[in-house]
């Protein structure tokens, strides 16, 4: 028996790597993602463009126009010389950020009374946007903070951050963990969403069903390949995280792949589910698509789980995704071990059991 499903996974695994298209898509994802997501897919503002209306030209505005220009975020700093310029610049999306420099800067300055600069944001870019604003806001603070401490009255209360698990908040760090998840969904789901639809668009279904094999067995058969792929797949992504992209990995290998195993295996639940109720490959691959967008938007990966509507917030804790970024992000940053991981990890186990029975079921069932 044990001789039979090897033979089927062997199977498996040699059509997945035989058919051109097959391969593509097991290898293409991996190359293309862990290529661009650590420099395209990224909130950090380095190179924006910030717009300056100096209403003041004395020379406290002159200094801060001057430190705002040294800023790593704004490289390029446009002078406009009017209210109706500064808006036109931001109108034309040629500025992120823009500033109005009141007349009586300087003056406020030197008398040490409070004065404010007036931010404009582009909405339409709304998170790029607010860090821009906030590096500008602490050039501005710090600014202000030296000139009182200079001329000896007490500095303005301020807020001294640390940034925990990242410190230098390099974004790769948080991508690439998550880009491990994204990978292994991929390779768990295409695997065993397009295996059953193969067979069945191939003819060879009835085949199998009459060899020697159960349907339990058949599921395994179907099911061990694509966790090997996943595996492989997950692991060129913690490799190349670790020692090219310098990413920090303080947690257990044996934890992360044991919480990669229960992952990978509730994603095989649903792609069985998938592959049961499609005729062809085309309509299980579009059945992956319509699974992995909704499960990446309930994840948390996009925004944060508790700023969704409840029901969606239901919804996110029946995503397997949702549990398995938090546990390889604690694992990668954070050095969680089995008993930090375990309220995730769980949840998991029981997503496991249900879309695995669902998808026994279901086979059963189309086959009977």
């Known amino acids: 028996m044990l001789t039979r499903l090897l033979t089927l996974v062997k199977k498996e695994l040699q ?49 801060l126009v001057q430190r705002l220009a040294r800023a790593r975020a ?9 209210q109706s310029a500064l808006a036109a610049v931001v109108a034309r999306q040629d500025v992120l950020l823009a500033l109005d420099i009141p007349e009586n800067f300087s003056a406020s300055i030197a008398a040490g009374k409070p004065t404010e600069v007036l931010a404009l944001i582009d909405g339409r870019r709304s998170n790029s946007a607010q860090i821009a604003t906030g590096y500008a806001q602490a050039v501005i603070e710090s600014y202000g903070a030296e000139i009182a401490q200079a001329r000896g009255r007490p500095v303005p209360t301020g807020l001294v951050v640390r940034h925990r698990y990242n410190p230098n908040l390099e974004y790769r760090w948080f991508m690439l963990p998550v880009l491990v998840a994204i990978i292994t969904t991929l390779g768990s789901l295409i695997v065993t969403a397009l295996s059953i639809a193969r067979e069945r668009e191939q ?20 099911t061990v390949p694509a966790l090997l792929i ?3 797949q997950a692991t ?3 490799l190349a995280a670790v020692f090219v992209y310098r990413v920090p990995f303080l947690g257990s290998v044996s934890l992360l792949y044991m919480s990669m195993l229960c992952y990978a295996l509730s994603l095989a639940g649903f792609g069985l589910c998938i592959s049961s109720l499609c005729e062809t490959q085309q309509q299980a691959f579009l059945g992956v698509f319509a ?39 604690g694992i990668f940053l954070k050095g969680h071990g089995f008993g930090t991981v375990w309220p995730n990890l769980w949840p998991m186990l029981l997503i496991t059991v249900g879309t695995m029975t669902s998808g026994f ?8």
């Open 15 to 63: 059509l997945a790597f035989r058919d051109p298209q097959s391969r593509r898509l097991l290898v293409l994802p991996v190359v293309l993602q862990l290529a661009l997501f650590p420099f395209a897919a990224t909130l950090e503002v380095k190179n924006a463009s910030l717009a300056v209306f100096n209403e003041d030209q004395g020379a406290a505005s002159a200094e």
């Open 74 to 82: 704004f490289p390029n700093v446009v002078t406009v010389h009017s």
């Open 203 to 222: 003819g060879t279904l009835d085949q199998l069903l009459v060899s020697p094999l159960t349907p339990g067995l058949i599921m395994v058969g179907k």
């Open 230 to 232: 996943a595996f492989g």
């Open 236 to 238: 060129v992504i913690t």
């Open 291 to 329: 699974f992995m967008v909704p499960a990446v938007m309930l994840s948390g990966f996009i925004g944060p789980v508790e700023n969704m509507p409840l029901v969606f917030q239901v919804l996110s804790w029946i995503d397997p995704l949702t549990h398995f970024i938090l546990i390889v992000k």
């Open 361 to 368: 079921w279901m086979f059963r069932r189309r086959v009977a």
